[in-house]
């Protein structure tokens, strides 16, 4: 099975600040990853498919880039809506499709 | 629009199995991929499989020899069978749809695989 690791595990921001999470794949896995957003209680929410692509009604401070081994998803402008935990999940090939373990983002 | 809703027993015992449904509202169950994902209490994401439309299943290969999946498009409805479940198997599930997207690139065609619609989950806890 591919492996996924992220970095950092959890971060403190504020309001307005940049924030970048990195994930990355034990094997190369081209540009097929997805990121996923997680608020304490509900389900995940697709942000970014495709290492890049912004799904639908996603606000464009979210965006996401890499391809290979390693890939980033960056909030340009953190709100306060974007508090949550953040998945990378990779879609190569054959299944599973594994997930990150997550990033937590948090209020400084 | 497409909702889902997993519905099931929130407690089951030991050894026996766990048997989740879940139904597809606002939308089409054909041509698209179901999957099941579950979460421990704290803890990460775990993919445990996904049956197509058709009926062709892809499984957790640390799952495949417990699980079952199947699909009745006549209800719009696709289910999980865990069999010879144990406390490591409480958690959150949940079920999504996926999509398969084509995105040219230079001079080719890439078709990625992402789950864009989610239900709430529901907690499922083994105990005796």
């Given at each position: 099975d591919i492996q996924m690791t992220q970095s950092p595990s959890s971060l403190s921001a504020s309001v307005g600040d940049r924030v970048t999470i990195t994930c990355r794949a034990?094997?190369?896995?081209?540009?097929y990853l997805n990121w996923y957003q997680q608020k304490p209680g509900k389900a995940p929410k697709l942000l970014?498919?495709?290492?890049s692509s912004l799904q639908s009604g996603?606000?464009?401070r979210f965006s996401g880039s890499g391809s290979g081994t390693d890939f980033t998803l960056t909030i340009s402008s953190l709100q306060p809506e974007d508090f949550a935990t953040y998945y990378c999940q990779q879609s190569y090939s054959t299944p599973p499709f594994t997930f990150g373990p997550g990033t937590k983002v948090d209020i400084k | 629009q497409v909702q889902l809703q997993e519905s099931g027993p929130g407690l089951v015992k030991p050894s026996e199995t766990l048997s989740l449904t879940c139904t597809i509202s606002g939308?089409?169950?054909?041509?698209y991929y179901w999957s099941w994902i579950r979460q421990p209490a704290g803890k990460g994401l775990e993919w445990i499989g996904r049956i197509y439309s058709s009926g062709s299943t892809n499984y957790n290969p640390s799952l495949k020899s417990r699980l079952t999946m199947s699909i009745d498009t006549s209800k719009n409805q696709f289910s999980l069978k865990l069999s010879s479940?144990?406390?490591?198997?409480?958690a959150v599930y949940y079920c999504a749809r996926g999509e398969i997207v084509e995105v040219p690139a230079a001079i080719r065609l890439y078709y990625y695989y992402y789950m864009d619609v989610w239900g709430k989950g529901t907690t499922v806890t083994v105990s005796s």
């Open positions: 034990s094997q190369s896995i081209s540009r970014i498919y495709a290492a996603v606000p464009s | 939308g089409s169950i054909s041509s479940v144990t406390a490591a198997d409480t």
